[in-house]
């Protein structure tokens, strides 16, 4: 799945917004998650390493995985090492973490749906009057007392 996890700065709150989106279907994407982090906190995790930056950022309500976290986190060095800028927006593909992995598209001449039809979903008259056979009509009497009486 495609990804765009965009960083806005807000230095005046003091707020850092986290905004993911992703791509639903070929060109189409759609705002998934916002989330708010405090700015000087988030910067001072990023400066100490890795794993500091990782115990702030994951939330409960928003936990990249570690391949887009480490993505995250290297481009999240240089646009808190610089103040001028106040956007950050970071692409992530998940299928470039599957190495060796195509891209898996299905021709039209893979699946012959009259085939499969034709194989699975023929059935004679004669069959369904041998099924349905038997009267299952449930039978009480008058001295039934179970449970099941009308």
Known sequence: MKQKIRFEKNIKDNILTVLESAEVDPGVILPLHEEDYDLETISAACNEGFDAFLRVFRRRS????????EKLFESAVGFFADPESDKLVIDFNDVDTLPGEEDFSLEDDDVELDELLDEDGDTKEDEMKEIDSEDDTPKFTPEDTSEHEN
């Open 62 to 69: 928003f936990f990249p995985t570690r391949d887009l976290s």
